[in-house]
């Protein structure tokens, strides 16, 4: 047994191993938290091709090509990515594989990082594709390894889900040998692959005898398990609820399950008859709960637990009214601390300007969409990656002559890539008025800064091929295209206005590095002789500056923080007594 | 530190951007090597921008749940005195902060809107035991702010029957050769001070 290596792995890192171990050759993925470290992890792996593509759809694709000629592949993306690939995922629930074929869907219960709490087990059940659901990072390497085995075994394409608390928890994982395989090669199928109305016809017909087969399957798999323990409770639970429960419950009889589509329904029925009173604990939606009633089984599920957020001990424990031991404290309403725009990112300067000019800005996802809160409040809508674009051409067209001299669309570089591109081409081509405004920080900056093709770099690091935004404009048949500095207030305020003064599609992309990827400036300083504690620097929303009481005088002074101050300079041009100084003037001036 | 379950649970809160995750990851991978069971929980994303972050670690013989229970941790170790003051719930009867006497005003206080909270350490102390560490101060002392977070796992390493190997070991494999010697430097000074104020 102490022969096993062992390793502390995140969940994501453990998939990653697993994927190496389990033979596989491809992988593709567009980051997008809490999935993003799987690539970046499979990246270290040189067996395995690994690429950065630009959505989640063409992830997929390309992954499908892969397994077209044979070849093991995996793909990762976020819930709501899985919206973007959910049109080939549907498809190839039809066609079946010929290399190993995984997705992995990392959903965010809690949405620590997401714009909604979707419940991606649903897909699995709506496209027709069996789901392995881990309960730590030893079982997110098994699962993964053992997933391109079953999809081969089965010729299905296969989820695996995780969830925020098994993708960025860590724990033991038990390593092993890497398993090659050779790529099959190519074989031509199309009554496979080119799903015509009369192939698709005879393949869905074969998914559903697929999934009996599955579900049959499911009965014996060894990771759906009974664990007897007291009989009077039975809990049936999957994914981290299990780990939750076994804490809560440790006295239990448990029903454990791995495979959670198709469900083991025998195994279900077995459990059930031998304890007295059911319970499912789940996170999220009542899947389980809802099959397993549909089954004429009664358990107890929703109506005690949660449906919205994510579960931990202590919820499942209130839900039971188990008695819990916080110490009480004595202070209530205690400040908040929301993220904030680091000091210095180069987007804060049109913020600002949007919120001087009481612009109405539609917006799109990634860290600039922290310019939405006070006191830059620079943001209006938020729905989806590229949906700046499209959202701020619809509200163009419906909302009339004043707002549309006020309406700027926000968004990111790596985003514009993702799927900005077909909103502004209907844009243009639909003879729309448009003022796109791209924060081109020359990263994926939420996501802890993967490239683009804005960036020219690939996966590992080599050179690509560059693609830049205004090249992108420009063939799209924008007509105003203009780089701006984003540091320069006066410039980026004079550039919006230009925008929005011209007649039609115009884009301007405003071109800084993220604080990330540059040497910090030195830190700025205030003279507080000058500074007469107006206030107006505090504006900008920049956590580096406060301001603080002065023994001297009655009037507050700024204060700029020198472990938090990049030096982008955005207050000095802000403030009008010449007060906040560079280090080298402030000696200049000595 | 042991209790009734044998497992230890630890909190280490603060401000994304201080070294919280790397703390954790320090303080697992020595849970590991002196050979216990471990599991840890944080988030990445939009969270770390400048916002409160919060990581569970928790060792013993088995680990199943990796976040921790509401008044079930044995430490909190804050980086940040009103991340203390806001994770304070997490704290067992008798548990120990350890707190970094370091305040960051959130934006809402920067603003004016909100005030930061007087006298946290007196409102913890009603809480729990709590040992306030100058880790801003000794870290500037030993010419680099950055690594106050070892500092403040050197002061928590005190209370933990580690043998010292372990965490050479741990500190070793997550920190970059190049700064390895300062952070072992700064994990000592961290040590020491504890067994200053504690004995």
Redo the contacts between chains.
């Keep these: 047994m102490d022969n096993i290596e062992k390793k502390?792995m995140s969940g994501n890192e453990a998939v990653a191993r697993g994927a190496w171990e389990g033979g596989c050759h491809f992988a593709a993925a567009y980051p997008g938290?809490?999935s993003?470290?799987i690539l970046e992890n499979i990246i270290k792996y040189p067996e395995i091709y690994a690429e950065w593509s630009v959505n989640e759809k063409v992830a997929l694709e390309v992954c499908a090509g892969a397994s077209f000629v044979g070849a093991r592949a995996i793909t990762a993306m976020k819930h709501v990515g899985l919206n973007v690939a959910a049109d080939p995922m549907f498809t190839l629930g039809y066609t079946g594989v010929t290399g190993g074929l995984v997705i992995v869907t990392c959903d965010d219960p809690g949405m620590?990082?997401s714009q909604n709490e979707q419940d991606n087990r649903h897909y699995a059940r709506h496209a027709k594709i069996p789901m392995l659901e881990p309960s730590?990072s030893n079982e997110a390497k098994i699962f993964t390894k053992m997933a391109f085995d079953i999809s081969e075994e089965f010729d299905t394409v296969f989820l695996l889900r995780l969830t925020?608390?098994i993708s960025?928890?860590?724990?033991?994982v038990e390593i092993g040998p890497r398993k090659e395989i050779p790529v099959k090669g190519y074989i031509k199928d199309i009554k496979k692959r080119l799903v015509l109305p009369a192939h698709a016809r005879v393949l869905h017909r074969i998914v559903e005898e697929r999934m009996k087969k599955i579900a049959e399957y499911s009965e014996s798999f060894s990771y759906n398990r009974i664990e007897w323990g007291d009989r009077g409770l039975g809990i049936i639970s999957s994914g981290?609820a299990y780990?939750?429960a076994?804490?809560v419950f440790p006295e239990a009889s448990f029903l454990k399950l791995s495979l959670t589509h198709p469900l083991p329904k025998n195994l279900i029925k077995r459990f059930a008859r031998g304890v007295k009173k059911l319970l499912v604990i789940e996170e999220g939606d009542p899947i389980l709960e809802q099959e397993i009633k549909a089954m004429g089984i009664e358990v107890v599920g929703k109506e005690r637990i949660p449906l919205c957020g994510e579960l931990?001990?202590?919820i499942i424990?209130k839900s039971f009214n188990k008695r819990?031991?916080?110490?009480?404290?004595?202070?209530e309403n205690?400040?908040?601390?929301?993220?904030?725009?680091?000091p210095g990112c180069p987007e804060r300067g049109v913020f600002y300007v949007i919120n001087k000019l009481k612009l109405v800005a539609t917006g799109d996802i990634g860290?600039y969409?922290?310019g939405a809160?006070?006191?830059l409040n620079a943001m209006d809508t938020c729905i989806c990656m590229g949906a700046s674009v499209t959202n701020a051409y619809g509200m163009d067209r419906a909302g009339g002559e004043d707002l549309s001299k006020k309406l700027v669309a926000v968004i990111g570089d790596s985003t514009f890539f993702h799927m900005g591109i077909p909103g502004l081409i209907n844009a243009v081509y639909n003879k729309g008025n448009l003022n796109l405004l791209i924060l081109d920080n020359l990263t994926t900056a939420?996501?802890?800064h993967q490239p683009h093709p804005g960036t020219g770099k690939l996966a590992h690091g080599e050179e690509g091929k560059r693609i830049l935004p205004e090249d992108v404009a420009r063939g799209c048949g924008v007509e105003f295209v203009k780089i701006v500095d984003p540091l320069n207030l006066r410039e980026v305020e004079q550039s919006i206005k230009e925008a929005l003064n011209f007649e039609g599609v115009a884009v301007l992309v405003f071109r800084s590095p993220c604080i990330f990827l540059k040497k910090p400036e030195p830190y700025l300083i205030v003279d507080i002789e000058k500074c007469n504690g107006c206030?107006l620097c505090?504006r900008l929303?920049c956590?580096a500056?406060?301001?603080k009481r002065i023994e001297s005088r009655e009037k507050p002074a700024a204060y700029i923080e020198p472990?938090l101050c990049n030096g982008c300079g955005l207050c000095i041009q802000l403030c009008l007594h010449g007060a906040i100084l560079k280090q080298s003037s402030q000696e200049e001036l000595e | 530190m042991k209790k009734d379950d044998g497992i230890t649970n630890i909190i280490i809160c603060g401000?994304?951007g201080q070294g919280i995750l790397l703390s954790s990851?320090i303080l697992?991978?020595a849970a590991?090597c002196a050979g216990y069971?471990?599991?840890?929980?944080?988030?990445?994303?939009?969270?770390?921008?400048?916002?409160?972050v919060i990581s569970h670690v928790r060792f013993g013989k088995k680990?199943?749940?990796?976040?921790?229970?509401?008044?079930?941790a044995d430490f909190i170790l804050a980086f940040e005195k009103?991340?203390a003051?806001?994770y304070?719930?997490f704290?067992?009867?008798n548990g120990i902060f350890i707190v970094n006497d370091l305040q960051l005003?959130?934006?809402?206080?920067?603003?004016?809107e909100?005030?930061?909270?007087e006298n946290i350490t007196g409102?913890l102390s009603?809480?729990?035991t709590v040992d306030v560490i100058p880790a801003q101060e000794i870290a500037l002392n030993l010419g680099n702010?950055r690594i106050a977070n070892v500092v403040l796992l050197g002061s928590l390493a005190r209370y933990l029957n580690f043998p010292l190997e372990v965490w050479y070991t741990a500190i070793k494999e997550n920190v970059k050769q190049k700064y390895l010697d300062l952070n072992l430097h700064g994990f000592e000074k961290g040590r020491k001070f504890c067994e200053k104020v504690g004995d």
């Design positions: 502390i938290t809490p993003t470290e620590w990082s730590d925020t608390r960025h928890s860590s724990g033991i981290i780990m939750y076994k804490e931990d001990p202590t424990k819990i031991q916080r110490p009480k404290i004595m202070v205690i400040p908040e601390r929301p993220p904030v725009l680091c860290c969409t922290l809160l006070p006191p939420m996501t802890g206030k505090l929303g956590p500056i406060t301001v472990t | 401000v994304g990851d697992c991978s590991f069971d471990v599991k840890k929980s944080e988030i990445h994303g939009m969270a770390q921008r400048g916002g409160s680990v199943y749940s990796p976040l921790i229970e509401e008044g079930k009103l991340e003051l806001r304070a719930y704290l067992k009867k005003p959130p934006m809402s206080v920067l603003t004016g909100r005030e930061y909270p409102i009603k809480i729990g702010v």
